[in-house]
């Protein structure tokens, strides 16, 4: 079924407005996949907060121009998939990733990706799916933050430890001390 001028603006304004705010894209081609498989994708999609949608490509190159996502211009040949990543980096990626791990998804073949404005070439589909979630990346920037105060507490808390420890021993030399002392006979 073939778009009118108005369905197409809208089509290439939706794709546009969602590209502007995206950390990142993924392009697939998604030839040979069932319509089965297609919405089980959607589904995955929507639950991970990614945005998912099958462009035209003269569309998808009008959408993306301006955007971060112009790079994948060139990448946009054949029947595509684009998968915008709304809350994190790497959604889009791991959506992929995951849905190509089941063996009757073997069809969908990543054909490029982009973050901040860089696109790069399939094979970086692990790396890119391999980012924190957000977050994950809280947790780690708290732990990193948190190390240098906890070790500071461990060495102050060393030092009353050092100073007991020291004063025992002293205790030990002394009762030894005294206990040669009467043990040696008159």
Same mark, same amino acid.
């Given at each position: ?87 994190? &980096? /790497?959604?889009?990626? *791991?959506? !992929? ?5 089941? @063996?009757?998804?073997?069809? $969908?073949? %990543?054909? =490029? ?46 030092? &009353? /430890?050092?100073?007991? *420890?020291? !004063? ?5 030399? @002394?009762?030894?001390?005294? $206990?040669? %002392?009467? =043990?040696?006979?008159?």
């Amino acid at each position: 079924m073939s778009l009118n001028l108005a369905e197409k603006q809208a089509v290439v304004t939706e794709v546009a407005k969602v590209a502007a705010s995206a950390h990142s894209a993924v392009a697939a081609e998604y030839r040979g996949l069932s319509v089965t498989q297609i919405t089980h994708l959607r589904v995955k999609a929507r639950e991970t907060g990614v945005y998912l949608r099958v462009v035209k490509n003269t569309l998808a190159r009008r959408a993306v121009q301006g955007t971060e996502f112009e790079c994948l211009q060139s990448s946009l040949v054949g029947p595509l998939i684009l998968a915008f990543s709304q809350q994190d &980096p /790497g959604a889009a990626a *791991r959506l !992929f990733k995951e849905f190509l791990k089941e @063996k009757a998804n073997d069809k $969908l073949v %990543v054909k =490029a990706l982009a973050v901040g404005g860089q696109a790069f070439p399939a094979s970086e589909l692990d790396r890119l799916a391999s980012l924190p979630t957000r977050d994950e990346a809280i947790s780690l920037l708290m732990a990193t933050l948190r190390a240098p105060l906890d070790k500071f507490a461990r060495t102050l808390n060393e030092i &009353p /430890g050092k100073l007991v *420890r020291t !004063f025992d021993a002293i205790r030990q030399q @002394k009762e030894e001390a005294a $206990l040669s %002392v009467s =043990a040696q006979p008159d």
